[in-house]
């Protein structure tokens, strides 16, 4: 509940100094109020705004940034108490049997894995239809050459 209401306040600093940023005057602004252009007729005073919107916006800067540090702070102990995130990875978690230690040579060498035997093929599908006729074991005899040629 207490992150909830800090996420609140943090939005609601972010938009008030988008919101006094915008106010402020601008550095070409500040030309023709020396002349005296309507400096009579601020609310804040002779000075005009600046004074005040300008400690305003460090103020509410300050207060974001410590925010942002404090919101870090707390994502990052959070992170760390809860353990190391378990992710389902499918077929990928699991992981294959170690193969066995081999042993070593007499000359310090290790010895080549053991291979297994190979597995004999699985014989090809053949078709159970009985229209078609089995292929006979014997080649068919050879024809003679046709003669007068």
Do not use: C, E, H
């Amino acid at each position: 509940m207490l992150i909830l209401i800090v996420n609140v306040v943090y939005v609601l600093i972010a938009i008030a100094m988008i919101a006094l940023i915008l106010m402020q005057r601008g550095a070409g602004a500040q030309a023709g109020s020396g002349f005296g252009a309507g400096a009579s007729a601020t609310v804040f005073g002779a000075r005009g705004a600046s004074n005040f919107l300008s400690k305003s916006t460090k103020w509410l800067a300050i207060a974001f940034f410590v925010i942002s540090l404090g919101m870090a702070w707390y994502a990052t102990n959070r992170a760390t108490s809860q353990g190391p995130v378990q992710q389902d990875l499918g077929v990928m978690s699991q992981v294959p049997a170690a193969p066995a230690a081999t042993p070593a040579r007499d000359d310090g060498v290790p010895a080549a894995p053991a291979q297994s035997a190979p597995q004999p093929a699985a014989p090809a599908a053949t078709p159970t239809d009985s229209t078609v006729p089995a292929a006979p074991d014997t080649p068919p005899p050879q024809q003679p050459a046709p003669a007068g040629g």
